[in-house]
């Protein structure tokens, strides 16, 4: 067992760079005590304020809040009570109700839970002062001023507090997204208040977002770490920088100078989006995905074109191959698919990965067919690990193991690499081939290939494992909205309230219905089905085919 947990912990910790080991050791020291000096002056407007991008409702009377599909009063919870998940306890204090839906409607409400946010979170104490959470805060208290509502003094003076706490707890030990909200917050509030410390926040702020920018958008506008759920908050974080620089920066700000930085990827980053995205509006589930925590995608379109950012229009594109992100996108009849052929993430950051490589996602005339597992919860424990592994997703299992080696709540020893996907297009048809190494530590070294064939009528995918003799099972889960039933040894025919939608053919393989799970959002977890395809003698063919008109049942 020692020289396993040695061998994952390599594994695991050789791919991290240099300053996040640092980053990890300066947690060790004594933090700094907080600097509760007065705020400085508020810097006059220098242009206008775009409304930000608006999430669903989180505040409602009586002081309950819903965050996370879980409802709980304050008055009974506080601010801080262990026995909720901490995701949930992070949801409270970032105060995303000030600016969400209806938000105007909460004025009174909202004004009395900052007064006692301030008195009831002293500085520098409990999870409302790490540094993600006071990032989201500082920036959401921003918007809400920008918004009309203006800020009482002894708010101003807290805000500053969290700027000068936020300016010596910058998260370089985990880098990635969170980074980014911190130099965001940094910006925000540099720009929000005037004078020398407001300008060495400012500096530090857009120093940060310049180093990152060029590594965490990839070249066909996708955020590095493999997630549409983060990469939409990447999106939302660079239109509200956008904004702010209109609304705050002077002509001769080094903030201004920077604008184009922040706005050259704005336009691929809303492309990457639209290919990521199903028709009913929901996010294509790979790694760490859930619906309801980005704003949705109609709501960052809107935005976007307020502050006057348009992407390129796809147009009647057959095939989206996002390269340096790895996914690609099919539309071909009724149906559209989106295929993960991508690397799990950045090497030093893997801690939103799932063993998801050459998973796929379906739609069929506009609602969701095949899905991934998705993600109900962050943390630790069984649940966790399962929603990672491969068995939660519309891939291939070879002998039990995960295709990348995930591990507690956001570790990763062993990586899948996929191999360079073949493509070719003949007609109205479309076929894409790809590999990964990810079960090579296995008998045999084995490979995963997986042939999707693609026409106007039918998908038909292949699966080969390199090793036949090695146990292998192909997943396709069901949305759970639909009804998977048997129809003959080699048959199945999926229904949607009593209309068959697809026939399903097994010609290679033993398939057969089994029960799981589906996890949209976090907190939800709901009952659904998946075809499980057992490959012979490592091959399996199963093959969809789309009814032109509904069937009756």
């Known amino acids: 067992m020692r020289v396993c947990k040695i061998g994952i912990y390599w594994r695991t910790l050789r791919h991290l760079k240099a300053r996040q080991i640092v980053g990890r050791l300066k947690l060790k020291l004594p933090a700094p005590r907080p600097d509760l000096r007065t705020a400085p002056s508020v810097r006059p407007r220098a242009g206008c304020w775009i409304a930000p991008a608006r999430r669903e409702q989180s505040l409602f009377g009586d002081g309950r809040m819903r965050f996370l599909h879980a ?28 600016n969400a839906h209806g938000a105007s409607e909460r004025l009174a409400l909202q004004r009395s839970l900052v007064h006692q946010w301030i008195e009831q979170n002293p500085p520098g104490k409990g ?18 001023a920008l918004g009309g509502k203006p800020l009482e003094a002894s708010w101003l003076d807290s805000l500053a507090v969290q700027a000068r706490w936020l300016s010596r707890h910058v998260e370089h030990h985990l ?34 977002l310049g180093r990152e920018l060029d590594e965490q958008i990839l070249a066909d506008g ?106 690609v996108r099919i539309e071909c009849g009724p149906a559209i698919a989106l295929l993960d052929l991508a690397p799990i993430g950045p090497d030093y950051l893997p801690g939103h990965a799932h063993a998801d490589t050459l998973s796929f996602e379906l739609s069929l005339d506009g609602a969701r067919l095949i899905v991934n597992g998705g993600t109900s919860r962050y943390g630790e424990g069984t649940e966790r690990l399962y929603e990672r ?7 291939v299992e070879i002998a039990g193991r995960n295709s990348s080696e995930v591990w ?17 297009i003949t007609g109205d048809s479309v076929e894409i081939t790809c590999a990964h190494d990810g079960y090579t530590f296995l008998p045999g070294t084995p490979w ?44 199945f025919e999926l229904y949607d309230s009593g209309r068959c939608l697809a026939t399903i053919d097994v010609p290679m393989g033993r398939a057969w219905v089994a029960a799981t799970r589906h996890a949209p959002r976090f907190g939800v977890v709901l009952p659904t089905s998946c075809l499980t395809v057992a490959l012979d003698c490592g091959r399996a063919i199963t093959r969809f085919t789309w009814h032109a008109r509904p069937v009756p049942y």
């Open 71 to 98: 409802e709980e009063h304050l008055d009974v919870v506080g601010w801080d009570n262990p026995s909720l998940a901490r995701l949930w306890r992070y949801n409270q204090h970032y105060f995303d109700d000030l």
């Open 127 to 144: 999870t409302g002062w790490e540094p993600y959470p006071v990032s989201l805060r500082i920036v959401n208290w921003i918007k809400w």
């Open 175 to 208: 880098l990635g997204n969170h980074l980014i909200a911190n130099a965001k917050a940094l910006i925000f509030v540099g720009l929000y208040f005037d004078g020398e410390e407001a300008n060495e926040w400012l500096t530090y702020g857009l120093s940060i």
């Open 222 to 327: 996708g955020h590095f770490e493999r997630s549409p759920m983060y990469h939409a908050l990447a999106l939302e974080d660079l239109l509200d920088l956008s904004n702010v620089i209109g609304a705050l920066a002077s002509p001769d700000s080094i903030a201004r100078r920077a604008l184009s930085r922040v706005v050259a990827p704005l336009p691929a980053m809303l492309q990457w989006l639209r290919a990521m995205t199903h028709p009913d509006g929901t996010l294509g589930l790979f790694n760490d995905c859930a619906q309801g925590v980005a704003p949705d995608q109609s709501e960052l379109e809107r935005y976007a074109a307020a502050l006057d950012i348009v992407a390129p229009n796809s147009g009647q594109d057959r095939m989206q191959h996002l390269r340096e992100s790895g996914y």
């Open 389 to 395: 592994s491969t068995a939660a997703h519309s891939t």
């Open 408 to 424: 507690s709540g956001f570790r990763v020893g062993r990586r899948a690499r996929p191999s360079a996907p073949q493509v070719r």
């Open 448 to 491: 995963h290939r997986r042939r999707w064939f693609f026409s106007p009528a039918t998908l038909e995918v292949h699966d080969e494992v390199s090793n036949g003799a090695l146990p292998s099972l192909a997943r396709f889960i069901i949305a759970p909205q639909l009804q998977l039933r048997t129809a003959g040894a080699r048959r």
